[in-house]
């Protein structure tokens, strides 16, 4: 497959390494030369130097045909007018990064005819994923899968976990079995799907898949009674992120304060929202976070656009006790440095969400959705049961999926839930099926 990418930033740096490590045909485009030998050197890419919006720049003799355009610039106007130029000169489709909702809430705005098929709000996205990790505290990750009527929850398992000294076989004897699917077990670093012979130990990272109803109520068994919600949220950082996160934890009951050190976009963010309190302030300077009264009854979460001063402020509000820390880091070689180093509790990218509209198209028609974690490797694909399927009629356990692959979840119709392997599978239905990376683009060849 031949895939262009317009911008050599942090995002179509994450999306190179992705395409190349599944054998693609990458194209990188980027005005900065620089920038472009140095991710030639690590990967093996065509570069062009020119700018995103300049038509010409896609008649050069390297590009060819295009399956697919994803313009991840930092400026909306240029990803648009790049998916533009792609789309006339018949690329098969498009992604346009865009940071600004007001493109897509504009009624004299049409997308597809501007020649954009899949637009990302990728901030929006992440503000989501950041709420639901606070909403849900003591969980290291939430993700929404099947409509959003199932959960994908990732959590390090306590001491008095009702896990603890059995084997998940034994699990079966409890009132969760059959609502939940232990998807990933993470044990001293490792990654394995688990089976019923596998034993969760304390400190263990544990991923599950059950009804986001229900979610709740499982984490309240899981970890052995219930967690503390948190009173206060603090957010540093004003931008697009920072502003969507703050507008969610508006709707809760949560206090929720947002710091910024820029005057004007301090009183633009203040007029836009109507409970939180905004601050014109440095996050990083610990006298800023002191009046505020930073507790252990306190989330912290640093969105700027800057990594090292989120991983400053996290720090400083570690420092001054924070129950739980979070910071938007858009370097994904920071990502295992901060993981294994513990500086913060957990990290979150806006750039995963690109990634998931990308997959969602290399990964062929049956597959309808794409799920990345932050904190494990593989993916969950979301696959659709299509009229002259092989597999109608077919049971879970007849599917015979690759190795390292596990069915989490089906939705048919507006019901969602965790399926037994006797489920008969009918046209329409939707599987979640979680795979490691070398199981990932062998879960069609099931189908």
């Given at each position: 497959?031949?895939?262009?990418?317009?911008?050599?930033?942090?995002?179509?740096?994450?999306?190179?390494?992705?395409?190349?490590?599944?054998?693609?045909?990458?194209?990188?485009?980027?005005?900065?030369?620089?920038?472009?030998?140095?991710?030639?050197?690590?990967?093996?890419?065509?570069?062009?130097?020119?700018?995103?919006?300049?038509?010409?720049?896609?008649?050069?003799?390297?590009?060819?045909?295009?399956?697919?355009?994803?313009?991840?610039?930092?400026?909306?106007?240029?990803?648009?007018?790049?998916?533009?130029?792609?789309?006339?000169?018949?690329?098969?489709?498009?992604?346009?990064?865009?940071?600004?909702?007001?493109?897509?809430?504009?009624?004299?705005?049409?997308?597809?005819?501007?020649?954009?098929?899949?637009?990302?709000?990728?901030?929006?996205?992440?503000?989501?994923?950041?709420?639901?990790?606070?909403?849900?505290?003591?969980?290291?990750?939430?993700?929404?899968?099947?409509?959003?009527?199932?959960?994908?929850?990732?959590?390090?398992?306590?001491?008095?976990?009702?896990?603890?000294?059995?084997?998940?076989?034994?699990?079966?004897?409890?009132?969760?079995?059959?609502?939940?699917?232990?998807?990933?077990?993470?044990?001293?670093?490792?990654l394995t799907i688990p089976d019923g012979d596998s034993c969760p130990e304390p400190g263990d990272e544990?991923?599950?898949?059950?009804?986001?109803?229900?979610?709740?109520?499982?984490?309240?068994?899981?970890?052995?009674?219930?967690?503390?919600?948190?009173?206060?949220?603090?957010?540093?950082?004003?931008?697009?992120?920072?502003?969507?996160?703050?507008?969610?934890?508006?709707?809760?009951?949560?206090?929720?304060v947002l710091i910024d050190r820029h005057r004007g976009r301090a009183e633009d963010v203040s007029q836009?929202?109507?409970?939180?309190?905004?601050?014109?302030?440095?996050?990083?300077?610990?006298?800023?976070?002191?009046?505020?009264?930073?507790?252990?009854?306190?989330?912290?979460?640093?969105?700027?656009?800057?990594?090292?001063?989120?991983?400053?402020?996290?720090?400083?509000?570690?420092?001054?006790?924070?129950?739980?820390?979070?910071?938007r880091i858009d370097r994904s070689e920071y990502v295992p440095i901060l993981d294994n180093l513990k500086?913060?509790?957990?990290?979150?990218?806006?750039?995963?969400?690109?990634?998931?509209?990308?997959?969602?198209?290399?990964?062929?028609?049956?597959?309808?959705?794409?799920?990345?974690?932050?904190?494990?490797?593989?993916?969950?694909?979301?696959?659709?049961?299509?009229?002259?399927?092989?597999?109608?009629?077919?049971?879970?356990?007849?599917?015979?999926?690759?190795?390292?692959?596990?069915?989490?979840?089906?939705?048919?119709?507006?019901?969602?839930?965790?399926?037994?392997?006797?489920?008969?599978?009918?046209?329409?239905?939707?599987?979640?099926?979680?795979?490691?990376?070398?199981?990932?683009?062998?879960?069609?060849?099931?189908?």
């Open positions: 497959m031949k895939t262009v990418i317009i911008g050599a930033g942090n995002a179509g740096k994450n999306l190179v390494g992705k395409l190349c490590e599944m054998g693609h045909d990458v194209v990188v485009i980027d005005k900065d030369a620089g920038v472009l030998d140095e991710l030639a050197q690590h990967h093996d890419v065509m570069t062009l130097v020119g700018h995103g919006a300049d038509p010409t720049i896609l008649e050069n003799d390297i590009i060819g045909n295009i399956d697919l355009l994803a313009a991840v610039t930092n400026n909306d106007e240029v990803n648009f007018l790049a998916c533009c130029w792609a789309k006339t000169a018949g690329a098969g489709h498009t992604i346009a990064r865009l940071s600004d909702t007001k493109f897509l809430h504009s009624s004299l705005v049409d997308t597809e005819k501007l020649g954009v098929d899949r637009p990302m709000v990728h901030k929006g996205e992440c503000a989501k994923e950041i709420f639901d990790v606070l909403y849900m505290p003591g969980t290291l990750e939430v993700t929404s899968l099947l409509d959003g009527k199932i959960a994908a929850i990732g959590l390090k398992l306590p001491d008095n976990t009702p896990l603890i000294g059995k084997s998940l076989k034994e699990f079966r004897a409890d009132k969760w079995f059959g609502k939940v699917r232990f998807i990933g077990l993470v044990k001293q670093g490792k544990i991923y599950i898949v059950l009804p986001a109803g229900e979610t709740h109520q499982f984490l309240d068994w899981i970890r052995g009674g219930r967690r503390k919600a948190f009173k206060k949220v603090v957010i540093a950082g004003g931008g697009e992120l920072g502003l969507q996160l703050a507008g969610l934890l508006e709707e809760t009951s949560m206090e929720t836009t929202l109507k409970k939180c309190l905004v601050i014109n302030a440095d996050a990083a300077e610990a006298t800023t976070l002191i009046e505020l009264g930073i507790g252990s009854d306190t989330a912290f979460a640093a969105v700027t656009g800057d990594d090292e001063m989120n991983i400053v402020c996290c720090i400083q509000a570690k420092q001054l006790g924070a129950d739980f820390t979070m910071a500086l913060v509790d957990r990290v979150v990218s806006p750039n995963i969400s690109l990634g998931k509209a990308i997959l969602q198209y290399v990964r062929g028609e049956i597959v309808e959705g794409v799920g990345l974690f932050h904190h494990i490797i593989g993916e969950i694909q979301e696959v659709v049961i299509k009229a002259g399927s092989r597999r109608v009629g077919a049971t879970i356990s007849e599917l015979k999926l690759p190795p390292n692959s596990i069915v989490a979840a089906v939705q048919r119709g507006e019901q969602a839930f965790v399926p037994t392997g006797d489920f008969m599978l009918n046209q329409g239905d939707r599987l979640a099926i979680y795979c490691l990376p070398e199981t990932a683009e062998k879960i069609n060849s099931a189908f």
